[in-house]
């Protein structure tokens, strides 16, 4: 079988080992990928990539790794002049018996339906997929996708032997580090108020804040505590998330009353699988409460803990992931 992963902005090199080694493509699109130059990712993912489609070959399955909403003039008014003539021409120029669409959009939207129209896909993978929202039945949810960062956090997350932080006693704080800022957007309903949450946080002795730091010393920093947060950004499921959950710390993540609310984020779980109910907070006082029952619970908590690494070892493997994708394809 001949396939190949054409991922412009290098947002899933974890793909390469998950579909067996397939070609890895990743052409420009307005600009060079923002963190990796060839020798760099290589440095990184021991493999590398090639910057030419090559539109004579025939394959049987092409893969597609592409921010959607980008083609979108309603969510990019600018972006979109660009990015849909790419995508338009690349599904329709390629030779493949199949191409699927890896979504890795932070929104739970999709485009128009007259702009999906004009792409040639058979299936779309989605990473935030909201069990609230209606889509098109060749739209399946595929939550293990990232948009962003300087490594890709799938791959992080699976090779997480390699870049845990194992600390014996754990700081009992609720540990955060990131950019504190508001989003609104007003086309799509999606509302971030991370700074009306910060007021209450800087004031908390529980909660230990840093400002932002080197990627390697942030990562580390996360195993020293038995706790971290992740607030609400732009996206219901993130980056920070599957970085919290490779250092066997516990995951605490913020619920809103919008759009991207984590509570509709579609899980490929197996009926009774799941992320612990103590695992979101709905406000910051939530937040204190369950930190406080894990804390004067040492069961609990490590009931909580033990949920959350079964969880880990049994969907974050190339495996599970490799026979997911071609169960939603077939």
């Known amino acids: 079988m001949l396939n190949v992963i054409i991922d412009p902005y290098i947002h899933c090199p974890y793909l390469y080992y998950t579909l067996d080694k397939c070609e890895y493509t990743s052409p420009i699109v307005n600009n060079t990928p923002r963190y990796y130059s060839k020798e760099s990712f290589k440095n990184k993912y021991d493999f590398c990539y090639t910057t030419n489609i090559d539109y004579e070959k025939k394959y049987?399955?092409?893969?597609?790794?592409?921010?959607?909403?980008?083609?979108?003039?309603?969510?990019?008014?600018?972006r979109h002049r660009s990015t849909f003539p790419f995508l338009k021409k690349l599904t329709q120029s390629i030779r493949a018996d199949k191409i699927i669409i890896f979504d890795n959009h932070d929104y739970a939207y999709v485009p128009?339906?007259?702009?999906?129209?004009?792409?040639?896909?058979?299936?779309?993978?989605?990473?935030?997929?909201?069990?609230?929202?209606?889509?098109?039945?060749?739209?399946?949810?595929?939550?293990?996708?990232?948009?962003?960062?300087?490594?890709?956090?799938?791959?992080?997350?699976?090779?997480?032997?390699?870049?845990?932080?194992?600390?014996?006693?754990?700081?009992?704080?609720?540990?955060?580090?990131?950019?504190?800022?508001?989003?609104?957007?007003?086309?799509?309903?999606?509302?971030?108020?991370?700074?009306?949450?910060?007021k209450f946080i800087k004031k908390s002795k529980k909660i230990r804040f840093v400002s932002?730091?080197?990627?390697?010393?942030?990562?580390?920093?996360?195993?020293?505590?038995?706790?971290?947060?992740?607030?609400?950004?732009?996206?219901?499921?993130?980056?920070?998330?599957?970085?919290?959950?490779?250092?066997?710390?516990?995951?605490?993540?913020?619920?809103?009353?919008?759009?991207?609310?984590?509570?509709?984020?579609?899980?490929?779980?197996?009926?009774?699988?799941?992320?612990?109910?103590?695992?979101?907070?709905?406000?910051?006082?939530?937040?204190?409460?369950?930190?406080?029952?894990?804390?004067?619970d040492l069961e609990k908590y490590r009931e909580v803990l033990k949920n959350q690494k079964l969880v880990i070892e049994k969907y974050y493997n190339y495996t599970n992931i490799k026979n997911y994708i071609f169960k939603l394809i077939s």
């Open 212 to 296: 932002n730091m080197q990627h390697a010393e942030y990562l580390k920093n996360i195993g020293n505590y038995k706790y971290a947060l992740s607030l609400m950004g732009c996206s219901s499921w993130g980056t920070r998330h599957f970085e919290i959950l490779v250092q066997d710390t516990v995951l605490f993540s913020q619920r809103c009353d919008t759009t991207p609310d984590p509570k509709n984020h579609v899980f490929p779980f197996e009926e009774g699988d799941s992320f612990s109910e103590f695992n979101f907070f709905d406000s910051y006082e939530d937040l204190i409460k369950k930190y406080d029952i894990l804390e004067n």
């Open 60 to 78: 049987d399955i092409c893969f597609i790794v592409f921010p959607l909403l980008d083609i979108d003039p309603r969510h990019e008014p600018t």
């Open 112 to 198: 128009e339906k007259k702009l999906l129209e004009d792409l040639k896909f058979n299936f779309i993978l989605k990473r935030n997929f909201h069990c609230n929202f209606s889509y098109d039945n060749r739209i399946k949810p595929f939550h293990f996708l990232d948009c962003c960062g300087k490594i890709d956090s799938i791959f992080l997350l699976i090779n997480r032997q390699k870049y845990k932080n194992i600390t014996e006693e754990k700081n009992n704080k609720i540990w955060f580090s990131g950019s504190i800022y508001n989003h609104n957007d007003n086309i799509f309903n999606c509302y971030t108020s991370r700074k009306k949450i910060y």
